[in-house]
């Protein structure tokens, strides 16, 4: 009995030890290869010789969704394709040098094309697939292939897709294309301008990237693109685009170059890849944020107002949020108090010029004069001393008391020689309430220490 249970032990470890060190092998379905990506289906590649393919819309009752990048590559059997409906993405090279692929027949659903996903197949190296057009010829004209020249048009499609476009001057995309293939107009430094048109769904990553000369670039707002998209156009390097490093088009955020982007009020929505590495400070009227706008989420902080989109937005990615409408003054770590982390922080700012922050400025502003300098430090210091700044009217200098010496400074003031500091000062100084601080407060001062008066 002993020996039994001692065996049956033994067994039981090794089923652990086996089934802990298993790999995870790739799934296999009439020899295409696949992986599940969240109860989808996406097929990695496949090993049959069929020259006919259908790729299927369902493996096992789960919807293929995507084609992975190179899956098909150099596979030199493959004459015809077939991607059913409800396929969504076709990666990178997907079909790459795929020589004897002549015919491929795409979906309306799909939503990216990946960059030379079709580059040297048959279909791409058929010359009558590709248009030609300039100033004297029209789409479709006759032209001999070794005669167009470099100020040509050419573009090839494949069905609703703008696959690839060489292009000098302005060009509007044809009606019915639902989606601008990765890299399209990539390093096309002779495209001008771009029309689109009202079908168009999608514009894939780099679609017009290094398009130097492009410099209207006005995407319809329903229209599908990331930050990439329009990297190193002349509208990304027209300073006129760009307000505090934040690029907006229209009411979009498409992009930034600061580490903390300050979002305008007004703007309605971010655009994937637009606060790559950045925190940001949202408005409530932003309204919409792509699920992948920040490109780290990790070391993200967004800055908002309570019960706000960007809250919301915040929570659901599991981003650090940081509500700015109760920022307690002094709390520039934002961990709810004050204490010499904050004092700290302070004083490395009016010292060393860092973290010099949208938040921080709301935060750190203690005397609310603009900036974030020693003036603050000192302010917190007396804060966290249980002293706080004098609130006394009359008390120009704010020592605690009233005296000459306080007349003396409104005088300068109301002369011009001197300056308030900060909205302490200013509430001391302003005697009469008028809303400025004058000869009539430094007059009212005068009377009310000859006890002609009394300072309300």
Known sequence: MKKF?????????????FTSATPSFALSY??????????????TGYSGSNATLTIPAEIDGKSVVKITDYAFESNNTLTSVTISEGI???GKGAFLHCTSLATIFVPTTIKHFGEKAIYNTAYY??????????????????IDWEDISASILKYLYLDTILVEIELAGSYSIKNGTLVVADGAFKGNSGATAVGFPPSLKVIGDYGFADCTSLKNLNIPDGVEFSANAIYNTGFYNNPENWENDVLYMGTRVVGTKSTEAVIKDGATHIIGGALTGTSAVIPTTVTSINPNAFADKTDATIYGYADSYAQTYAKESGINFVDI???IKGDVNFNGKLDAEDYKILYDISTLGQYQTHAIMLA???????AVDGLD?????????????STIKGDADG????????????VEIASATAEITDNYMFNRCDLNYDGAVDSFDALYLDLALNGLTTII
């Open 325 to 327: 409408g109760n920022v």
């Open 125 to 142: 190296n058929n010359k009558t697939n590709w248009k030609i057009k300039n100033s004297d010829i029209t789409t479709g004209g006759s």
């Open 399 to 410: 020592n605690g008391k009233v005296n000459e010496d306080d007349y003396k400074l409104l």
């Open 30 to 43: 009439n020899e295409f290869s696949y992986e599940t990506e969240n109860e989808k289906i996406v097929i």
């Open 377 to 389: 430090v000192v302010i917190l210091d007396l804060f966290l001393n249980d002293i706080g700044p």
């Open 88 to 90: 969504e993405d076709i």
């Open 5 to 17: 249970i001692s065996t049956m032990l033994c067994i039981a470890m090794l089923f652990c030890i």
């Open 364 to 370: 750190g502003d203690m005397n609310e004069d603009g």
